[in-house]
């Protein structure tokens, strides 16, 4: 019972944990860390949020979600913490769950989407550090996609999480 005791006690940073080792696993060692981070606190959030959460960002069911809160409402273009969320969802949603949306969706146009969000939030961020970070993952959105992606698939490919007992 420990290890399940240990599982369902899984905090933030554990899971934070988790998805950083991943992404190092399906990336290149000269990876940016900083982006990798990201990425990894990307997941992670997502992945510790509903898709009913009421006090935060939910997390989007599918594509469709990000189009109609992002795309069809132009008042939050110049919203950098918007634009960032947007980003994130595109970016988790393209490439974490990449083999579940391309059936009903254009990755291509989302990840080009997703980019263009991260340019946006880096161009009305206020603090320079964070701009640039939002701007070096704009720039890699594809790349980090597919990081994406490859975990995903390695994971599911996984035939246990847990150590069987």
């Known amino acids: 019972m420990g ?11 554990r899971v934070l944990e988790f998805f950083a080792v991943g992404l190092r696993d399906v990336s290149d060692p000269s990876v940016d860390q900083q982006e990798l981070l990201y990425n990894a606190s990307v997941l992670a959030h997502y992945a510790q949020v509903s898709t009913q959460a009421d006090t935060e960002w939910p997390a989007p069911t599918n594509l469709s979600d990000v189009f109609d809160h992002f795309v069809a409402d132009a008042s939050l273009l110049r919203d950098s913490q918007m634009m960032e969320v947007a980003g994130a969802q595109c970016l988790f949603l393209a490439g974490f769950f990449e083999d579940q949306m391309r059936h009903r969706y254009n990755i291509r146009w989302y990840a080009e989407l997703g980019s263009g969000f991260f340019s946006r939030a880096a161009v009305h961020e206020h603090s320079a550090r964070k701009a640039r970070l939002l701007g070096a993952i704009a720039i890699g959105f594809e790349a980090w996609r597919q990081r994406q992606a490859r975990l995903s698939r390695a994971l599911r490919d996984q035939p246990y999480l847990l150590p069987p007992s």
Not at 3 to 13: K, T
């Open 3 to 13: 290890s399940l005791q240990e599982l369902l006690a899984a905090d933030h940073r």
